[in-house]
């Protein structure tokens, strides 16, 4: 049996680090993360993880140093790197947006006119600015972008935003967003068959993982003058299971319902009857 494994580039530490860790335990694969480690091996996965500067990632992953990555999608698209984006992780949101001063107006994209603009990621706010037929003049500085305008260093910054609240607190507002992002994972262009044989397991259980998480089970008691009605607003992986309760005249059923139509079909079950509805966490789920 060959013991090639596959080369997974995460972050060290910082906002996408735990994630990472936490999506990689939820596929049942177990790594040890030493303190300072620069590399650890997976004791049950073909595969060894580095730990690296975020930023650092599409580089590795272009050159083969790394066969794949977890990495946002800001930076893959800031870095222009010939990888490959493979799949949607659903962790690390967030948003590239332009941000002003609040007492500013803003109504379009043409307020940039002229300006200056700090940022981190010129490549992607060169991009924005071509597509708007715009010139503005970008400063590039990597960190604390937020206190740019507030010291007299741009008239606006690109930067990015989850909440919101680091631009508040700096006198700022958000007024256009260029770029939603999450991470993602992302391969090499060349992956010999052997390898993108482990990725096809690694994904495998990625996507269960995450249609686990858009899933819920759902139990709940329902009379059975009621039945059809109540098995009618259930989508379900295929039809819903139904069980004659111990008390005459109820069944219980089971279904798997997507976390966006939840609550909606939620309120029309108990609209049509149904009782001790119960929702359950689903850990993995392979269709
Ligand atoms: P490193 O030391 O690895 O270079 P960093 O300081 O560049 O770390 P972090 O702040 O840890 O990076 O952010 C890593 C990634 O997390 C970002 O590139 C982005 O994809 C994602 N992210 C999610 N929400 C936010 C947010 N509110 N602000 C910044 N990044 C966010
Ligand atoms: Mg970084």
Redesign the pocket.
Known sequence: MSNMKLRLAI???????DDSMRLLKECGIDISNGVNKLKSEASNFPLEVFF?????IPQYVEDAVADIGF?????VYEKKKKIDVVEKLGF???RLSIAISKGENYTSAAFLQGKRIAT?YPVLVEDFLKANNITAEIHEIS?SVEIAPGIGLADAIC?????GS?LFMNGLQEVEPILQ???VLVKNEQLSPEQQAILDKLLFRIQSVKKAKNNKYVLLNAPNDKLDEIISLLPGMKSPTVLPLAEAGWSSVHSVLSETQFWDIIEKLKAAGAQGILVVPIEKMII
């Open positions: 972050q060290k530490s910082g906002r996408l680090h690296l500067r975020d930023d650092d990495v946002g999608e800001n930076v690390g949101k967030c981190s960190g930067d990015l935003v989850s909440s680091t992002s999450q991470a």
